[in-house]
């Protein structure tokens, strides 16, 4: 059963009207991709070796999708990606073989998040793969909220891959931030990838979160029961939404926080804690990222858009 929504604008009004229109089943490939979210309700997974944390094969209807989640990515499962694997287990400071073990916890994990029924958002996006069915990027919500997200605060993904804004925003930065949060709160924890030097890999995150959860008809939707896959959307009902959190510990001011000299990690640092330090901003943090390994922070002075009164300003932060 598949939902589509629509927003249109008349011209010269500034008002929106939401159009839901009631589809059977179709066969879209990526050519053919939507522009409208198209919504897989009561979704099921299906098991295949292939699937791991953030891709996996799924029964919607009558027809199986193969869907590769949006704006995280967890581990590989296998030594078939090498190069991929070393970056990811550089990444997350652990040995290839750790970054494995991660990628299998990470592919239990979301068996064990989609082992009831789940819903799909997306726009079939063709998101490549090495599989023989096309593959397709997605948001997928559980009973408790968005999997990625999940997946993220648990410390088995992190906030990387192909972004899209999720439904209902217009944007994927205010996603992006809160995937950054929760990826700086399970670091701080040391569970998952962040906690595998410690034994903590299958270690449960010590504080609860509140995930977004999609809803499709503009209501807020109890978490403890999963959307009801039988129901008729009226008409001129508002588009799919998300209802998102605001992120854990932040308050309404931008301004950033005073930070100790000398305490960031050049490597290591998250992109959010590059951006605390005055006259680095989302642009530069992401250049600074890129260009890594750096031997020391005197490196800095080789990124591009750091000249001698950038550096001046910024080196005294890092270590």
């Given at each position: 059963?598949?939902?589509?929504?629509?927003?249109?604008?008349?011209?010269?009004?500034?008002?929106?009207?939401?159009?839901?229109?009631?589809?059977?089943?179709?066969?879209?490939?990526?050519?053919?991709?939507?522009?409208?979210?198209?919504?897989?309700?009561?979704?099921?997974?299906?098991?295949?070796?292939?699937?791991?944390?953030?891709?996996?094969?799924?029964?919607?209807?009558?027809?199986?999708?193969?869907?590769?989640?949006?704006?995280?990515?967890?581990?590989?499962?296998?030594?078939?990606?090498?190069?991929?694997?070393?970056?990811?287990?550089?990444?997350?400071?652990?040995?290839?073989?750790?970054?494995?073990?991660?990628?299998?916890?990470?592919?239990?994990?979301?068996?064990?998040?989609?082992?009831?029924?789940?819903?799909?958002?997306?726009?079939?996006?063709?998101?490549?793969?090495?599989?023989?069915?096309?593959?397709?990027?997605?948001?997928?919500?559980?009973?408790?909220?968005?999997?990625?997200?999940?997946?993220?605060?648990?410390?088995?993904?992190?906030?990387?891959?192909?972004?899209?804004?999720?439904?209902?925003?217009?944007?994927?930065?205010?996603?992006?931030?809160?995937?950054?949060?929760?990826?700086?709160?399970?670091?701080?924890?040391?569970?998952?990838?962040?906690?595998?030097n410690a034994g903590r890999l299958n270690a449960h995150t010590q504080t609860p979160s509140a995930f977004s959860s999609f809803v499709a008809d503009g209501k807020t939707q109890s978490r403890s029961a999963p959307p009801d896959a039988s129901a008729i959307f009226p008409i001129a009902k508002p588009a799919a939404s998300i209802t998102r959190s605001s992120p854990v510990g932040t308050t309404g001011s931008h301004a950033k926080e005073k930070i100790p000299l000398g305490n960031i990690d050049i490597n290591t640092a998250t992109e959010k804690e590059l951006t605390t330090v005055p006259g680095i901003g989302?642009?530069?943090?992401?250049?600074?990222?890129?260009?890594?390994?750096?031997?020391?922070?005197?490196?800095?002075?080789?990124?591009?858009?750091?000249?001698?009164?950038?550096?001046?300003?910024?080196?005294?932060?890092?270590?």
């Amino acid at each position: 059963m598949i939902f589509r929504f629509s927003i249109f604008s008349r011209v010269g009004v500034g008002a929106l009207i939401a159009v839901v229109v009631w589809s059977a089943p179709v066969d879209l490939c990526a050519r053919d991709q939507s522009k409208d979210w198209i919504v897989f309700k009561d979704c099921r997974l299906i098991a295949n070796p292939a699937n791991d944390g953030d891709s996996f094969h799924v029964s919607a209807g009558e027809k199986e999708y193969l869907f590769r989640l949006y704006l995280v990515d967890s581990p590989e499962t296998d030594e078939m990606t090498p190069r991929r694997l070393i970056e990811q287990a550089k990444y997350f400071g652990v040995t290839v073989p750790q970054a494995i073990e991660v990628g299998r916890a990470a592919k239990d994990f979301t068996q064990e998040k989609l082992s009831q029924p789940f819903t799909v958002f997306t726009h079939m996006s063709d998101a490549m793969g090495q599989s023989r069915l096309e593959r397709f990027y997605a948001f997928v919500e559980t009973k408790e909220g968005d999997l990625g997200e999940q997946l993220v605060r648990n410390g088995l993904a992190r906030s990387y891959g192909f972004k899209a804004a999720p439904p209902g925003l217009t944007s994927s930065r205010i996603e992006v931030e809160k995937l950054l949060q929760f990826e700086d709160e399970a670091k701080r924890e040391k569970i998952g990838a962040w906690g595998a030097n410690a034994g903590r890999l299958n270690a449960h995150t010590q504080t609860p979160s509140a995930f977004s959860s999609f809803v499709a008809d503009g209501k807020t939707q109890s978490r403890s029961a999963p959307p009801d896959a039988s129901a008729i959307f009226p008409i001129a009902k508002p588009a799919a939404s998300i209802t998102r959190s605001s992120p854990v510990g932040t308050t309404g001011s931008h301004a950033k926080e005073k930070i100790p000299l000398g305490n960031i990690d050049i490597n290591t640092a998250t992109e959010k804690e590059l951006t605390t330090v005055p006259g680095i901003g989302h642009v530069m943090a992401a250049r600074i990222i890129a260009a890594r390994p750096f031997r020391s922070a005197d490196d800095l002075k080789r990124v591009s858009g750091i000249g001698k009164k950038k550096y001046a300003q910024i080196r005294p932060y890092f270590q």
